[in-house]
């Protein structure tokens, strides 16, 4: 089991900034990629941005180099820092593991989600 710990939601006017972090607790060294995604009700979740093991960073295509994602992994911690909001950024952001193992060669995908961070930006 991988638990999330996530933080620095709320409220930020148009083009300001803001920094979520996502702790994780448990079996951490399971983790392959951890990162975050975020929805709006009636909505489907769309990625945010995510990091791998390796360090690969991938965004969506709405992020067009305003975010950016990095990890510490003395803490188990992800930080997602967002400069130049826009109001539809508005929505609710989850963070996200991937656990996913192999036994053999069959794949056993390993999710964990987080609670979930409201994130407000104001026009």
């Known amino acids: 089991q991988v638990q999330l710990a996530e933080s620095g939601g709320g409220l930020v006017e148009a083009g300001g900034s803001l920094r979520l972090s996502c702790a994780a607790s448990?079996?951490?060294?399971?983790?392959?990629?951890i990162g975050w995604y975020r929805q709006n009700p009636g909505k489907e979740r769309e990625l945010v941005a995510t990091i791998s093991r390796g360090g690969m960073m991938k965004y969506g295509d709405f992020v067009k180099g305003r975010f950016t994602i990095s990890r510490d992994d003395a803490q188990n911690t992800v930080h997602l820092q967002m400069n130049n909001r826009e109001p539809e950024d508005t929505d609710v952001y989850y963070c996200?593991?991937?656990?996913?193992?192999?036994?053999?060669?069959?794949?056993?995908?390993?999710?964990?989600w987080g609670q979930g961070t409201q994130v407000n930006v104001a026009a």
């Open positions: 448990g079996r951490t060294y399971s983790i392959n990629v």
């Open positions: 996200k593991v991937d656990a996913g193992y192999y036994r053999g060669s069959d794949y056993y995908p390993d999710d964990y």
